[in-house]
């Protein structure tokens, strides 16, 4: 356990993760909330991950980018607009959340194809060394990525080429509904790194203390000239992959997935600080749901696209 | 003018290109060192370095992406596949990333990258000599230019290394050897730009790339025969100059397509669907490969691929037939 962090950030951490859950919430209240892969129990990963990297280093994410654009600075009621197809959003609805993308704060986006952002970003990293800005490429993809070439490709010219690239593996432990040891034949997905020589740790992702410390361990060598590195960061998937999939998984495992809850944990470990109490909470709770108000009616307001508009940006 | 090889023509534009603007990097197998497969990047490397001119392994998907993301963060790079067959690895990237990137990001990200490929049958058999243009003439968001000359080569080279998107360049193998004229000067052709390079009355053949060659031969055939055929290379295989191709049918009143590629879903079938919708009483005609892969064997390659003489056979019963049904309406 990592505590580092002063009181005042312990605090901001956990409003970070109060937010994402609370917005993926009131996404799933629209009348239409659409094809949607939320984050809960990956709350820990986003915000951890948001915390270390600079704006002008570039992020790039899976599908499953709610939290990581949250997390990353994306107005909420932008990001909500935009989730649920109307102009108003950063991508003005054309992007929702399989390609959610804010390059004024180095989102690079997310990409709807698993795997498919891999490629992609050892391309983002490639321009940050040829034009020296000192910047280090993010690329979070989750455990099913793990099972593509593309991945093997990406730290195969990463470790040749010594880009400045950390990639991230949000290993939830299921691609849709296989498990990762059934999907994935390495004992460890960090073992998947070693043939490169790319550095490689696993850790939990349910802490977000710890993925901070990774994280910035990991950025601070790239940053230094180092190459790739590879972090797995193992946490659960609370819910079913998406809006749209069926939850087959059985109930006495999902009821085991609360102890991992980040944000329980990460209370329980600030009550243990001394810095929360029932009172301290209900504040962070009030801030929360106020933003979460005001997204909600900037959705709300926001117009519907219009195509002839879409048509001139092909 | 100077006359130069087709290879030296591709050296020369990307050459000039990469002096006027630092930002273009090459990737791609062979390229560094060895000068190209096909000896077209011969003296980049020595002159502008390995950072600029990298040798990439063997993996089109990842060369592919990261031609994708470096473009969206401000280089503008040239990635080199070998042959357009193996593009098909390298699909996702510049399908699913880089050809949606301007419309999904509303105009906040941009893929200002070349991809330069090969196509054509020359020997290499069923995986290395195809001529995929249809397939991505097809996707919104992505620019298809096919020279045919030296010229031509230099200046849609040019074009696409200033595209404000993802340009597919795609040259074939029989032209490498092949010499022509270049201007001195810097002379871009642009998109959406054919050109007639025979003049004719009765009727319109279209083609590109090495086809467009072959099309010049069966004309002279028809010559002989007294039948005036208007051969227009397409240059540019998506955006297409519908103006000059509409013009030019509205004076032969007759279009024969000719494609080293599928008739089926095929470059040609498209540019006559669309001129008969501008055109009432348009005769069309289509020619491509025959349906089966394209063999290393020289008698199974050319029985699948068009020739002068298939041009010409296609072109006189396009014309014959013609004829039968103005008989029919008057009688």
Not at chain 2, 35 to 58: D, I, K, M, W
Not at chain 2, 287 to 303: D, I, K, N
């Amino acid at each position: 356990m990592e505590q580092a962090c002063s009181h005042a950030e312990g605090l901001r951490r956990l409003e970070s993760m109060l937010l994402l859950r609370a917005f993926e919430a009131a996404l799933l209240r629209q009348p239409k909330p659409g094809f949607q892969l939320l984050s809960r129990g990956e709350e820990a990963v986003a915000v951890g991950i948001c915390t270390v990297l600079e704006r002008s280093d570039p992020l790039l994410c899976s599908g499953r980018s709610i939290a990581m654009a949250l997390a990353r600075g994306v107005p909420s009621g932008g990001l909500l607009a935009e989730l649920i197809g109307k102009d108003g959003g950063p991508n003005k609805g054309r992007a929702g959340r399989a390609h959610v993308s804010m390059p004024s704060i180095g989102l690079y986006g997310a990409h709807g194809v698993v795997a498919g952002n891999l490629s992609v970003a050892a391309g983002v990293a490639l321009a940050q060394q040829q034009l020296h800005t000192g910047a280090v490429t993010c690329c979070v993809f989750g455990d099913g990525a793990c099972g593509a070439g593309a991945l093997h490709e990406t730290l195969n010219i990463a470790a040749l080429w010594q880009l400045p690239l950390l990639l991230v593996c949000d290993n939830n432990g299921y691609a849709v509904s296989t498990a990762v040891r059934q999907g994935i034949a390495v004992e460890q997905l960090t073992d998947l790194a070693a043939p490169f020589g790319v550095p490689a740790v696993a850790i939990d992702g349910t802490d977000v203390d710890d993925v901070v410390t990774a994280m910035h361990e990991a950025v601070t060598a790239i940053r230094a000239g180092s190459g790739p590195r590879f972090i797995e960061m193992r946490c659960t998937r609370m819910g079913p992959h998406s809006t749209a999939t069926r939850e087959e998984r059985p109930s006495a495992e999902l009821e085991r997935f609360r102890d991992t809850d980040p944000i329980m944990r990460y209370e329980q470990r600030l009550r243990a600080l001394g810095w929360l109490d029932d009172a301290k909470l209900a504040e962070l709770q009030a801030a929360v749901a106020t933003a979460i108000t005001a997204a909600e009616q900037y959705a709300a307001d926001a117009p519907w696209p219009d195509g002839d508009e879409a048509l001139r940006d092909v | 003018m100077s006359r130069l090889f087709f290879r030296e023509a591709i050296a020369r534009a990307i050459s000039e290109e990469m002096q006027r603007d630092p930002t273009i990097i090459l990737m791609g197998q062979d390229i560094a060192e060895h000068g190209g497969s096909y000896a077209e990047t011969r003296g980049l490397f020595e002159r502008f370095g390995a950072a600029r001119v990298r040798n990439t392994p063997v993996a089109e998907a990842v060369t592919v992406g990261l031609a994708a993301g470096a473009a969206a963060a401000g280089l503008r790079p040239l990635a080199f596949i070998t042959y357009v067959d193996f593009l098909m690895i390298g699909l996702d990237p510049l399908v699913n990333y880089a050809a949606k990137l301007k419309f999904k990001s509303a105009a906040q990200l941009t893929a200002p990258m070349v991809v330069k490929a090969t196509a054509g049958a020359k020997g290499q058999g069923p995986t290395h000599a195809q001529s995929l243009d249809s397939w991505l003439m097809n996707v919104p968001g992505i620019t298809v230019l096919a020279p045919s000359t030296s010229g031509d080569a230099y200046g849609l080279l040019k074009t696409a290394l200033r595209a404000p998107g993802p340009v597919v360049y795609i040259d074939h193998k029989r032209l490498f050897p092949l010499g022509g004229e270049v201007p001195d000067g810097e002379t871009l052709v642009p998109v959406a730009s054919a050109a007639i390079r025979r003049e004719g009355r009765h009727l319109t053949i279209v083609a590109h790339s090495y086809m467009s060659l072959v099309t010049i031969e069966a004309a002279k055939l028809l010559a002989k025969e007294g039948i005036e055929a208007e051969v227009i290379d397409l240059r540019s295989v998506w955006p297409v100059d519908w103006d000059t191709l509409e013009a030019s049918v509205r004076r032969t009143g007759h279009l024969l397509t000719v494609e080293e590629g599928q008739e089926v879903c095929g470059v040609g079938t498209e540019i006559a669907f669309v001129l008969q919708e501008r055109l009432d009483g348009l005769r069309v005609a289509r020619l491509g490969a025959r349906r089966m892969p394209v063999s290393a064997s020289p008698v199974l390659e050319s029985y699948a691929l068009p020739d002068a003489e298939r041009v010409a056979a296609s072109a006189r019963r396009l014309l014959q037939r013609a004829r039968q049904d103005d008989v029919a309406v008057t009688t």
